[in-house]
């Protein structure tokens, strides 16, 4: 697994190349984590590209979520497929992080959230 990262307006968009196994975990927490330390703290997180992801990669995700949101960040996810939405509705994860469609979709959300937090 990959995750490319790439930046649109501001927002860091990390694509995931593949499904998201316990074995390739650490990596995504890794790309995830030197994204805060770089100080970008809006992030899109593409799916597009997973068929899976194992509770272990939903605790990164939500643990990065959470770090971001302390840094007065965010981080949404973008184009999930329903498996993966499923297990996002069993954990309750869709009730704390927003879902979008496309990758369009969550940025211009990233955009509007840090334009209303700004004023």
């Not at 501001?10 to 190349?17: E, I, M, P, Q």
């Not at 927490?29 to 030197?34: E, F, G, N, P, V």
């Amino acid at each position: 697994m990959r995750v490319t990262i790439s930046e649109r307006d501001a927002v860091a968009v990390a694509a995931v190349d593949s499904s998201i196994l316990q074995e390739n975990v650490p990596m995504l927490r890794a790309r995830l984590s030197q994204l805060l330390e770089e100080n970008r703290r809006w992030i899109v997180i593409d799916l597009s590209k997973a068929n899976y992801l194992s509770s272990m990669g939903v605790a990164v995700i939500v643990d990065v979520k959470l770090k971001a949101n302390k840094a007065n960040g965010d981080v949404k996810l973008a184009c999930v497929n329903q498996l993966i939405r499923s297990l996002l509705d069993i954990t309750n994860v869709t009730r704390k992080m927003d879902i979008f469609s496309t990758v369009d979709e969550a940025i211009e959300a990233v955009k509007k959230e840090a334009r209303e937090r700004e004023e």
